[in-house]
T-cell receptor, first 114, second 113 residues
Framework: DSGVTQTPKHLITATGQRVTLRCSPR?????VYWYQQSLDQGLQFLIQ???????AKGNILERFSAQQFPDLHSELNLSSLELGDSALYFC?????????????FGQGTRLTVV | AQSVTQLGSHVSVSEGALVLLRCNYS??????LFWYVQYPNQGLQLLLK??????LVKGINGFEAEFKKSETSFHLTKPSAHMSDAAEYFC???????????FGGGTRLMVKP
């Protein structure tokens, strides 16, 4: 158990809908990262938050947004869903954001868009 | 931009045989390199990381990796494969700001009895 909790584990929704994925980082970790894992794109970095502030953006679509709350949990919001958004979404956390920092990953939320 | 290439999307070995999973990186600065393992229906677990303290890095479950700057490689090895090693393995490089990990395409390791 990495200490990173993601809910829900599975989500099935229809095209055009909006969903929210939740992540609780390890106790004491200030940094939260979101990654998307799909068959065609592999594992891709989406966005990072550090202590409530957006720190870095990767290949995140405009339809997607995230935030980190004062209690440090994070939510990833996906809207106007398309079939191609079906993927495994991982959250990871680390104490800080340094280059040597180890990131601990949650078990992911599997999103299926039908 | 940093990148990672994993040669071989699938590797099959017999139980007890040497495991060698290849990773080459591209980075203009000394990289921070990691190997992660993903078991079916699970998240990513860190196997080991290169921190520049030593070129040979030992990780969990008997795995180790050697950083070779001249070859820009960070190959993962294990002397003797176990059935429980069957999983997908990802090599990753982290940028200096620590904002993101860039992953390779992954290598699925199959272990035959």
């Amino acid at each position: 158990d990495s200490g990173v909790t993601q809910t829900p584990k599975h989500l099935i929704t229809a095209t055009g809908q909006r969903v929210t994925l939740r992540c609780s980082p390890r106790s004491g970790d200030l940094s939260v990262y979101w990654y998307q894992q799909s068959l065609d794109q592999g594992l891709q970095f989406l966005i990072q938050y550090y202590n409530g502030e957006e720190r870095a953006k990767g290949n995140i679509l405009e339809r997607f947004s995230a935030q980190q709350f004062p209690d440090l949990h994070s939510e990833l919001n996906l809207s106007s869903l398309e079939l191609g958004d079906s993927a495994l979404y991982f959250c990871a956390s680390s104490v800080q954001g340094g280059g040597n920092t180890e990131a601990f990953f949650g078990q992911g939320t599997r999103l299926t868009v039908v | 931009a940093q990148s990672v290439t994993q040669l071989g999307s699938h590797v099959s070995v017999s139980e007890g045989a040497l495991v060698l999973l290849r990773c080459n990186y591209s980075s203009s600065v000394p990289p921070y390199l990691f190997w992660y393992v993903q078991y079916p229906n699970q998240g990513l677990q860190l196997l080991l990381k290169y921190t520049s303290a030593a070129t040979l890095v030992k990780g969990i479950n008997g795995f180790e990796a050697e950083f070779k700057k001249s070859e820009t490689s960070f190959h993962l090895t294990k002397p003797s494969a176990h059935m429980s090693d069957a999983a997908e393995y990802f090599c990753a490089v982290r940028n200096n700001a620590g904002n993101m990990l860039t992953f390779g395409g992954g290598t699925r390791l199959m272990v035959k009895p």
